[in-house]
């Protein structure tokens, strides 16, 4: 069985994606400064491949001294995914020393 998605159709996916993706951060900004966070928030929305390889290069592009990763609730599954990326930050940084898988 084959799905056929039109263009247009595939452009309001990636609208919604990309809304939904600005909500997520906005929300851990405003996290952040409830829990009095008082250092500079970078935040960057971007479509990989591998995300592992393109979090590691803003990591070291920012010099991030923290990084906050989210399972989104998804499970065991998006534990699993998010431990192996927190692994890989972890041992291929140079200049993260916290990780914090939320």
Do not use: F, P, W
């Amino acid at each position: 069985m084959h799905t056929m998605v039109s263009t247009a159709n595939l452009r309001k996916l990636d609208e919604l994606a990309l809304r939904a993706g600005h909500a997520q951060l906005e929300e851990g900004q405003a996290l952040y400064a409830a829990a009095g966070g008082a250092g500079e928030v970078q935040t960057r929305l971007e479509e990989a491949a591998d995300c592992r390889e393109t979090l590691l290069r803003a990591v070291q592009e920012h010099r991030a001294d923290v990084v906050v990763l989210g399972t989104r609730r998804l499970g065991t599954l998006a534990k699993l995914l998010a431990t192996s990326t927190s692994s890989y930050i972890i041992h291929h940084s140079t200049n993260a020393s916290v990780l914090v898988v939320h």
